[in-house]
């Protein structure tokens, strides 16, 4: 009976180890675990830039060559109506820049040389830039619609 004895008392204390590697998280007493969820919004914007407000660029010089962009480099044929901003790059001190049209007068002078900038408001109609001393040679045109 003593082996009996001896056999139920390592049975249980292996039970007991069984057990106690079985046990599991020691944070849940329940058995079960708790999850957190959280909404993320993203939103996207998409600026679209028009015509209106851009900027324009004049060139004249350094040779006979007078002209006017966009700020990607094509040339000016029309335009709607509204405010932009002309830069304008005097290459030469034998030219000028002299923009006109429906309300515009605007010009840079003949023995300078450099970059300004000018705010245009622009109204339908033609508008003409020439190289004052070369207008014969040196012109252009654009319409605003």
């Known amino acids: 009976m003593k082996g009996i004895g001896f056999t139920l008392v390592a049975l249980l204390a292996a039970l007991a180890l069984v057990g106690a590697g079985c046990g599991g998280d020691d944070d849940d007493t329940d058995g079960t675990t708790a999850t957190e969820t959280t909404d993320t919004t993203t939103t996207e914007t998409t600026e679209t830039e028009t015509e209106t407000g851009s900027a324009l660029e004049g060139t004249v010089g350094p040779g006979f060559t007078i002209s ?16 932009y901003e002309l830069e304008v790059e005097d290459l030469s001190s034998a030219h000028n820049f002299h923009l006109t049209g429906p309300g515009v007068d605007i010009s ?22 020439v190289c004052d ?6 012109s252009g045109s654009f319409e605003v619609a």
């Not at 003949?110 to 109204?123: I, M, R």
């Open 68 to 83: 006017v962009t966009t700020a990607d480099g094509d040339p000016v044929e029309t335009l709607s109506a509204g405010s």
């Open 108 to 129: 840079t002078d003949v023995a300078e040389t450099g970059t300004q900038t000018f705010p245009l408001d622009l109204a339908a109609g033609t508008y003409t830039f």
């Open 133 to 138: 001393p070369h207008a014969s040679q040196m």
